[in-house]
């Protein structure tokens, strides 16, 4: 079975040019013509063998470049599952609540340990909800109002819901910012964590039982089933240590700007380009995009 390669650059700070991309494809031993999917952005090849990422993103000699790989066959998927958190928004809402609260530096340090693995997912949520304990609902509504989409987010649910797929939006957040996100992008479905109030403020508690990695997982498992698809044939992406299980059972893993741990433990890494990368490596052309 061959490969394709993908190499994308970064919107903002990069261009794709043809001798980069000579020099990428002659590294990983590609066999054929390049063929672009964007000019100067996004281009893909083949390859017979699986192809050594380290030594593609070695040739890029720190350009703002990307190299993805996928099996020729089935390479685009019937099901996208997405983490929210510096995933599909660009910041983590809970540091942003704590922000609000005025205890934004202990709760973010708190969430970089949980998001690389270091200490127990959900006794970390807890231990962070319990600090924003008295925190008023107007300071959920101004923490929305902050939050911003990733670039090319709503072109990626777009697209991929165009071509029949089924796409779900899950977080260890919480369903206040999911539920509005998965609405602004329109995916099908969202779940997320709950806090709890008492019609004014937090309690400082949240909802039990708490979605965590095995929960994401399952998320990916029941909609694969429901979608009647192999999960061979489904794709999520994530950034953090909770996502890696999912990232892990996808027929596509992809893991974007990732925490360290995850970006050691997946192959297909974003740190450059945008969300429409993730279409690029699934074949899509730019012209084929629904876009923003």
């Known amino acids: 079975m061959s490969y394709v390669v993908t190499v994308v650059a970064a919107r903002d700070a ?43 993103r070695a040739a890029l000699e720190g350009a703002a470049i990307d190299v993805l790989v996928t099996r020729t066959r089935g390479r685009r998927r019937g099901l996208l599952v997405a983490d929210m958190d510096s995933t599909i928004v660009t910041s983590e809402t809970l540091d942003e609540l704590a922000e609000a609260a005025g205890i934004g530096e202990q709760i973010a340090a708190i969430t970089r340990r949980s ?89 400082g508690a949240v909802g039990e039982p708490i979605l965590g990695s095995d929960t994401k997982l399952a998320l990916l498992q029941e909609l694969a089933a429901l979608r009647g698809v192999r999960l061979a044939a489904t794709l999520a992406i994530g950034d953090g240590a909770n996502d890696l299980p999912m990232l892990h059972a996808a027929g596509l893993g992809i893991a974007y700007c990732p925490r360290p741990v995850v970006a050691d433990a997946v192959q297909n890494c974003i740190l450059h380009a945008d969300l429409r990368a993730v279409l690029f490596a699934q074949g899509y052309a730019s012209g084929m995009f629904e876009e923003e």
């Open 14 to 56: 990069g261009v794709l040019t043809a001798p980069i991309l000579a020099r990428v494809r002659e590294t990983v031993g590609g066999v054929d013509a390049p063929r672009w999917l964007s000019p100067a952005e996004a281009a893909e090849f083949l390859c017979p063998a699986p192809p050594d990422l380290t030594l593609a």
């Open 115 to 203: 998001m690389n693995g270091e200490i127990d997912f959900r006794e970390a949520l807890r231990e962070r909800v319990a600090m924003l304990r008295g925190l008023s609902l107007a300071a959920l509504e101004a923490t929305w109002a902050r939050t911003e989409l990733t670039p090319g987010a709503k072109t990626l649910v777009a697209t991929m819901r165009r071509h029949g797929a089924l796409t779900a939006l899950v977080s260890g957040g919480f369903t206040f910012f999911s539920g509005r996100v998965a609405a602004l992008c329109g995916f099908d479905h969202h779940r997320a964590n709950t806090l709890l109030d008492d019609g004014s403020a937090l309690t």
